[in-house]
């Protein structure tokens, strides 16, 4: 059974960063996909970045530059390291894994950015 927790969300000041850590405690399988989404309040989900098991990483244009997404030598870790971070970042960051897309999810982790 596919558990993903995260962590390391919080509040920063605009600028500042933040690492987010994913790890899946329960699945043996290991996944081909693994990526993060974001939802603010009142904004529809956005995909922030997907990486594949060849580590080909995609992301949205607006943290193209600023995040970086990476695999973790343990099974189903994932890792979003957020940089010159904005206030428009502000949201729950959700990880999931999949085979051809996100189809598990943890429950989030909370970034709030200050201006």
């Known amino acids: 059974q596919v558990q993903l927790v995260e962590s390391g969300g919080g509040l920063v000041q605009a600028g500042g960063s933040l690492r987010l850590s994913c790890v899946d405690s329960?699945?043996?399988?290991?996944?081909?996909?693994m990526g993060w989404y974001r939802q603010a309040p009142g904004r529809q989900r956005e995909l922030v970045a997907i990486?594949?098991?060849?580590?080909?990483?995609n992301y949205a244009d607006s943290v193209k530059g600023r995040f970086t997404a990476s695999r973790g030598n343990f099974k189903n870790t994932v890792y979003l390291q957020m940089n010159n971070l904005k206030p428009e970042d502000t949201a729950v960051y959700y990880c999931?894994?999949?085979?051809?897309?996100?189809?598990?999810w943890g429950r989030g982790t909370q970034v709030t950015v200050s201006s």
């Open positions: 999931g894994v999949g085979q051809t897309n996100l189809i598990y």
């Open positions: 990486t594949t098991a060849g580590n080909i990483t």
């Open positions: 329960g699945s043996i399988f290991i996944f081909s996909l």
